[in-house]
């Protein structure tokens, strides 16, 4: 995803639980919480002095967590909000520097290091190894391969017999001396390897992708924990394969089942980061306290003694309650996104307005490829026309939409000035007029507002018109999308017949389904990428057809052999993917426009003080602008 550098008032594009942060330093009293009376300093010191009042901030969350438990498969945004507060990092990536910010480990893994090495060792027909584009394949004759030594596709191989040896990507995690869970109890290696063995027995849809590509990840000593992945696969983004510790000297000998319902686990966990549980008022709130065991704990920090989250469920009421310093800051899961523009800008006017993006995106996908073509394209048996077959088609519609005023366009009607970033151009030096001539497309009325028409296209009649069409959902974003589609392509000589659908009829199974039974011209869709790259969703075996029971995310049904090895090396970069653009490949080859993603916007006091360029997992680093 693009980065999007955003206006002065705003702190930053920050990863979904940063709503946790935000407050006002005057301690707000909580009639049903004593502690926050008889709050004490966790500290031995023997001064008779009077202790000053605790710093708190209150948190308002609009949903309570089911439980606070990992893997339990029931995480909303306010339990995201509440782990940024237990737990600390460990790849918070810094824009600013382009590296990870300091954490629990020792050092960051690299070749550099020596804690990043790629191992050459044999594979055997049967085993499970990683093939050029980055799908998990069974090592067999014609499996398309890298050697060991080969970092690149332009070197694989596709095999057929022999010995042959694969590189085994192993990295090496050194956690810092001394770090200890929230109770006092040693945080060690154990507490991954525990942590990696249940995410194993939850297999959740999130965990899947890295799960796959796991041999192991096991305690070495107490300090270190190693990784290994199958062979062929390499990968910068070691986020995905660094299960959070958990306690193991709580949990360990339980069965999954009974983890899932234990109190160390989904009610009370321990945690590493700057602060720790207290207690949970069901219905009501949970209270934190400043970790007193916190590894990074000296300099101050964190900011604030007590941390509440208070659970009130109505956004009017929450909206009240910032206005009179109750909350000090109203986190994601409000969905203040939603609300008007003016209810935004009035809230704008007192209080600290923030954006952020979901890895949800808005598509234009092309249906190059349609079902009807599977068994062989002809015009001449009534097939539709080979529209997109061209490149320089799909550059041609991209640079008539304008993806980047697209964007400003939809969220200027929903968002105040302040927080629309400054959306990149990519599309710049794409003539779309030029394109669309060179294709075969002619404007042979001179008269822009009427469709362009086919002449010399191979597969294409002469004089055939430029008419497409377009499917939506009934959506309010879609249908703000959709006029601009009909409107800009309008504008350069393309019709569009636009069809706004219920949301079970349009994603309804193929192969008599719309979309999964690719039976489109073009369409509007949003997926989610669960923190993978996106190019993922348009590789060759994700095409939705008969021979997989019209289940794959490439509704597009184009079979590139050329971009799937592209996305597989892509994929499997040894550089954070922090600093790389997710959507560099798809915007080269368009089997669909990435348009915009899915905006968040969250509140806070404006006494609260964010570091700029912190994020979420940095909240020991929200201060106040009072001493």
Not at 31 to 56: G, H, R
Not at 347 to 352: F, V
């Amino acid at each position: 995803m693009h980065t999007f550098p955003l206006r002065s008032r705003i702190s930053g594009i920050l990863i979904l639980a940063a709503f946790l942060a935000g407050c006002n330093i005057q301690a707000t009293a909580l009639p049903s919480f004593t502690e926050t009376e008889n709050w004490q300093p966790t500290s031995t010191s023997t001064s008779t002095a009077t202790l000053p009042p605790p710093k708190v901030m209150n948190i308002c969350i609009a949903e309570e967590p089911a439980s606070l438990y990992r893997y339990s498969g029931q995480n909303n945004r306010a339990s995201e909000s509440i782990f940024a507060a237990l737990y600390d990092g460990p790849f918070t990536w810094d824009a600013e520097q382009g590296t990870y910010a300091p954490s629990i480990l020792s050092q960051y893994p690299s070749l550099e290091n020596g804690l990043i090495s790629l191992n050459p060792v044999a594979v055997e027909p049967g085993d499970l190894v990683v093939d050029a584009t980055g799908e998990v394949v069974v090592f067999k004759p014609g499996v398309l391969v890298r050697p060991a030594g080969c970092q690149e596709s332009a070197c694989a191989v596709e095999w057929e017999s022999g010995a042959f040896s694969m590189d085994q990507m192993s990295v090496t995690h050194i956690l810092l001396p001394d770090l200890q869970w929230s109770d006092g109890e040693p945080l060690l290696a154990e507490d991954l390897e525990l942590s990696y063995t249940l995410a194993q027995q939850a297999n959740l849809p999130a965990d899947a992708w890295a799960l796959e590509r796991t041999i192991s990840f096991q305690a070495q000593d107490d300090q270190t924990v190693r990784w290994k992945g199958l062979p062929g696969f390499t990968t910068g983004n070691l986020r995905a394969f660094f299960w959070m510790p958990l306690p193991a000297h709580l949990l360990a000998g339980l069965e999954a089942e009974q983890v899932a319902e234990a109190p160390a686990a989904a009610q009370n966990p321990p945690g590493w980061g700057a602060y720790r549980l207290l207690n949970w008022e069901p219905g009501n709130a949970l209270h934190l306290e400043k970790n007193p065991y916190y590894f990074a704990g000296g300099d101050g920090l964190p900011a604030f003694d007590l941390l509440n989250f208070l659970i009130v469920s109505d956004v009017n009421q929450a909206m009240q309650m910032l206005s009179t310093g109750e909350c000090d800051l109203l986190d994601s899961s409000y969905g203040l996104e939603n609300l008007t523009k003016s209810a935004l800008e009035d809230l704008a006017q007192t209080e600290n307005l923030h954006i952020e993006f979901l890895e949800s995106f808005e598509q234009l996908v092309f249906g190059i490829i349609p079902a009807a073509y599977d068994d062989g394209y002809s015009v001449w048996a009534g097939d539709r026309p080979d529209y997109f077959g061209d490149l320089r088609v799909r550059q041609a519609v991209t640079a008539c939409l304008q993806p980047a005023a697209l964007a400003n366009a939809v969220l200027s009607e929903k968002l105040p000035a302040e927080l629309l970033p400054q959306w990149q151009d990519w599309t710049a030096g794409l003539d779309a007029e030029a394109l669309l001539d060179q294709a075969g497309w002619i404007d042979a009325d001179g008269d822009p507002t009427t469709p362009r028409e086919s002449q010399g296209i191979n597969g294409v009649f002469d004089m055939t018109p430029l008419s497409l069409s377009l499917l939506t959902s009934q959506a309010e974003l879609d249908q703000q999308i959709g006029t601009w589609i009909v409107t800009r392509l309008g504008d350069c000589g393309i019709e569009i017949h636009w069809q706004s659908l219920p949301t079970a009829e349009l994603y309804a199974p193929g192969p008599e389904g719309v979309l999964f039974g690719r039976q489109f011209d073009l369409a509007l869709l949003s997926w989610h990428i669960a923190g993978q790259d996106p190019c993922r969703l348009y590789l060759s075996k994700a095409v939705p057809s008969a021979d997989n029971a019209w289940i794959g995310t490439n509704l597009a049904g184009w079979a590139d052999p050329a971009f799937d090895l592209a996305c597989g090396e892509k994929q499997m970069r040894l550089d954070p993917p922090e600093s790389q653009d997710a959507w560099e490949l798809l915007e080269a080859t368009l089997p669909a426009i990435p348009l915009l993603p899915h905006p968040v916007v969250w509140a806070s006091s404006q006494d609260l003080v964010i570091p700029e360029g912190a994020t979420w997992q940095q909240i020991e680093r929200f201060g106040t602008s009072n001493p």
